[in-house]
């Protein structure tokens, strides 16, 4: 039976009639993996081990939060620990490694090994806490380095790796996809503009790279979100490159990061603020206040302008204003765009240094200094109807605190005047030739009086 199948199989050849003939032996194609691409840049990605002396009891805290003890001993704290993290080489000829600042702050011996095993000495060229670069060097041959990406041409959806050294067990990749951009308010550092991915971002894995498909840097991985009960969400955050990239540039030209202010607030804009100010996207952000003799001021912008770029960078939201600004030196310029009265315009301004934005506010101010302030009117059921001025906080040693003014006190007059509203307030110290502030404030179900002076 088997001689006349084949020789029917042979005679349909012969003849054309067999036109399809299965491959029963063929190897599997290999089109689909990144296997080549990742043997070139996963020696640009290194082990860090930093020898930290513990202080006090909040910087022990402070490396148990950022999960950089994962042998962390119970029970007395220790002089010393050793915390794990990862590295990037992105200039293989000098030696520059770029890290988070949380996993070499405070170090005083910081240890790199390469991929194939070679221990190097670090020298520390710099660390910007609020962004949470650090930027390192070694002194060695045969180094290889991640070539730049642009974190600005990232999309959701886009195919990413991260590369580290979790858990000290050894250089591992995960990979996944670009889950969000510009991830802000997430209280982790004070500038915050996360890549998110689902790529597995382990404790360890801290400074190590997000890379795409062409095998370019294109973030620092930093830190994941854990659920309350502390395991992982599959939520990971990297600090964009370009990002990393300007904090690298001031830190070698300046050895710091001297950061820039306009002196606006600014806000995001709702769908609700959208249609009020007859705008047809929700992108940008308006501005709500603009200091006195600050640069904003000076360039001519007002309150209710919406600006839309900044250095021909899109502005979505209020943090990509915090952002740009921030990251422009003190003294550079900034164009702005933006939108007043539905008219497009642009104003050039020169960014100054926030602390001179400090000294305005209290040169204007001086007896009430660091003190946030709100209009307030409530019914009281001891007080009766309330119109004041509600204090919302108070800068720790400023003039207000020393005078023991608290958030929540209602200050209902000051120097003897009734004042309903911050303008009356501010009208009564304008006038006021005295160095001192008599006020009355509500407290609880009493009121008290406070004496705020101006002179030290």
Same mark, same amino acid.
């Given at each position: ?17 067999l ?25 640009a ?10 202080l006090?009891f ?12 994962p042998n962390?001993?119970r029970?007395e ?7 794990m ?5 992105v ?8 890290t ?7 170090a ?5 090994t390469?991929?194939?095993g ?41 195919t ?45 894995n ?22 309350p ?49 007859d705008?047809?996207?929700? *992108? +940008? ?8 003799? =600050?640069? !904003?001021a000076?360039?001519? @912008?007002?309150? #209710? &302008?919406?600006?839309?770029h900044?250095?021909n960078e899109?502005v ?9 600004i ?12 933006l939108?007043?009265?539905?008219k497009e ?25 660091g003190?946030?302030l ?12 309330? *119109? +004041?001025?509600?204090v919302?906080?108070v800068?720790?040693? =400023?003039? !207000?605190?020393?005078?023991? @003014?608290?958030? #929540? &006190?209602?200050?209902?007059s ?5 004042v ?20 009355n ?16």
């Amino acid at each position: 039976m088997h001689s006349i199948q084949i020789r029917t199989l042979l005679g349909l050849l012969l003849t054309g009639w067999l036109l399809v003939i299965p491959c029963f032996a063929s190897a599997p194609a290999k089109n689909n993996t990144s296997a080549a691409m990742l043997q070139k840049v996963t020696p640009a990605v290194v082990n860090i081990k930093a020898q930290i002396k513990i202080l006090d009891f909040d910087t022990f805290l402070r490396l148990q939060r950022e999960n950089q003890l994962p042998n962390a001993p119970r029970g007395e704290i220790p002089d010393k620990v050793t915390s794990m993290a990862s590295g990037v080489i992105v200039d293989a000829k000098k030696g520059y490694i770029l890290t988070n600042a949380h996993a070499v702050r405070d170090a005083q011996q910081i240890i790199v090994t390469l991929s194939d095993g070679r221990h190097y000495t670090a020298k520390s060229l710099g660390i910007d806490n609020p962004s949470d670069v650090a930027l390192l060097q070694i002194q060695s041959k045969n180094l290889t380095s991640i070539v730049f990406g642009n974190s600005n041409n990232l999309e959701v959806g886009d195919t990413v790796f991260a590369i580290g050294n979790p858990f000290g067990i050894g250089q591992t990749v995960t990979s996944g996809i670009i889950s969000g951009l510009k991830r802000s308010a997430l209280g982790i550092e004070s500038l915050e503009n996360f890549i998110q991915t689902d790529a597995a971002i382990n404790p360890g894995n801290s400074g190590g790279a997000l890379i795409n498909t062409e095998g370019e840097l294109i973030g620092i991985n930093t830190a994941i979100v854990l659920s309350p009960q502390r395991g992982g969400t599959g939520i990971g955050l990297a600090i964009p490159v370009n990002m990393a990239k300007s904090v690298m540039q001031q830190l070698l030209e300046f050895g710091n990061v001297k950061r820039g202010s306009l002196g606006v607030g600014v806000q995001d804009i709702t769908p609700d603020l959208a249609t009020s100010f007859d705008l047809s996207t929700s *992108k +940008g952000a308006v501005i709500t206040l603009i200091l006195p003799n =600050s640069p !904003a001021a000076k360039a001519g @912008l007002e309150v #209710g &302008d919406i600006i839309t770029h900044i250095n021909n960078e899109e502005v979505k939201n209020a943090n990509d204003v915090v952002n740009d600004i921030s990251f422009l030196r003190v003294g550079s310029n900034a164009t702005i765009h933006l939108l007043r009265d539905k008219k497009e315009m642009s104003v050039t301004s020169t960014i100054w240094d926030p602390k001179k934005s400090r000294e305005v506010s209290m040169q204007m101010n001086p007896l009430l200094y660091g003190v946030g302030l709100k209009d307030f009117t409530q019914f009281d059921p001891q007080h009766g109807d309330i *119109k +004041g001025v509600l204090v919302v906080s108070v800068e720790e040693d =400023s003039k !207000a605190w020393q005078s023991d @003014l608290h958030p #929540g &006190d209602v200050i209902i007059s000051a120097d003897k005047k009734k004042v309903s509203s911050i303008a009356e307030l501010n009208k009564v110290i304008e006038n006021t030739k005295k160095h001192s502030l008599l006020l009355n404030v509500l407290r609880g179900p009493g009121a008290v009086f406070l004496v705020i002076n101006g002179e030290s």
